[in-house]
């Protein structure tokens, strides 16, 4: 079988009528397991394919070619070449696409279920597929579906590398921060150098009107944890909070000392947040 990395070419075409509209209103995340059309580019072209969840790679995206629409409502549609393959993994992102209707099924030369796909939903019980289902979710915000695969795996391994720590992402994504707190703890006590394990603990101080914690966390980590990765972010949720309180003293003196303006990822916040502080004080 060839692999490609780039869009082929080479295409065969066919036409079929679009009786129902397509209707952009899903997120690709929410259309696991099914043929789906992307939103078109400046040439008015749509890429269409399957959508799949690989147990290593996330959420996956099948190409299986492109169409356009002509002004009587027709698909113009043109394959992929037999054959090939082009799977493209899926970040998150806003865009949204719509599911091909089963009844363009035929026109489009597809099957519900296609042929490859049994590979794919072998073992799925497993804890590494179900953690990555999990993160994968995590990961595009839908976070109540991911809670339910990670205490899948809470139920089969309570030790799995990294589940405290996603799971307490899940509960800080559903404004439980509380319970963030607690398996955080834990995660801790097993690996007491693990940075992301104490960024997600801060935040989630802070987001439980922790902030005394908060600050002992962030203390702690820029005294005694050597990776330095989560810095400037902890630096600015402890920002967000004398933001929140709007203490524009303690939010000035906590600039000076950590110099959050100065990154380049969080320096236009500090300077709109700052502005905005002035206003109401």
């Known amino acids: 079988m060839k692999i490609f990395i780039l869009i082929l070419s080479f295409f065969i075409s ?5 009786q129902d509209k397509l209707n952009f209103n899903l997120k690709p995340i929410d259309c696991e397991n099914k043929w789906v059309v992307f939103p078109s580019d400046s040439q008015g072209s749509y890429s269409y394919g ?4 690989d147990d290593k790679e996330g959420l996956l995206f099948d190409f299986g070619g492109s169409l356009k629409i002509n002004s009587n409502e027709k698909f113009l549609i043109s394959k992929k070449e037999k054959g090939s393959s082009m799977k493209f ?33 072998k073992d799925e019980n497993e804890a590494n597929r179900l953690f990555k289902w999990g993160s994968t979710y995590n990961a595009w915000s839908e976070c109540a579906k991911g809670l339910t695969f ?20 899940s509960y800080n994504c559903l404004n439980q921060p509380q319970n963030a ?3 955080l703890k834990e995660a801790i006590k097993e690996s007491p150098d693990d940075a992301y394990a104490y960024k997600q603990l801060l935040y989630s ?24 990765t989560y810095e ?20 000035n003196e906590w600039i000076i000392f950590t110099q959050i303006d100065k990154d380049e990822r969080f320096g236009p916040y500090v300077e709109k947040f700052k502005n905005e502080l002035e206003k109401m004080n």
């Open 14 to 18: 066919i036409c079929c009528t679009a």
């Open 50 to 53: 399957f959508v799949y969840m």
């Open 89 to 121: 993994r899926l970040q998150p992102n806003k865009s949204l696409v719509a599911i091909i209707p089963e009844s363009f099924f035929a026109e489009f030369g597809i099957s519900k279920t296609p042929d490859w796909l049994e590979a794919y939903q």
């Open 150 to 169: 990670l205490e899948k795996v809470k139920n089969i391994d309570p030790n799995y590398k990294g589940l405290k720590t996603e799971i307490a992402f």
């Open 181 to 183: 707190i607690t398996i």
């Open 205 to 228: 101080q802070v987001h439980n009107n922790q902030l005394p914690d908060a600050l002992k966390t962030y203390y702690k980590t820029a005294k005694d944890i050597t990776d330095k």
């Open 232 to 251: 400037s972010e902890n630096a600015f949720n402890i920002l967000c909070a004398f933001y929140s309180q709007n203490n524009l003293k303690k939010f």
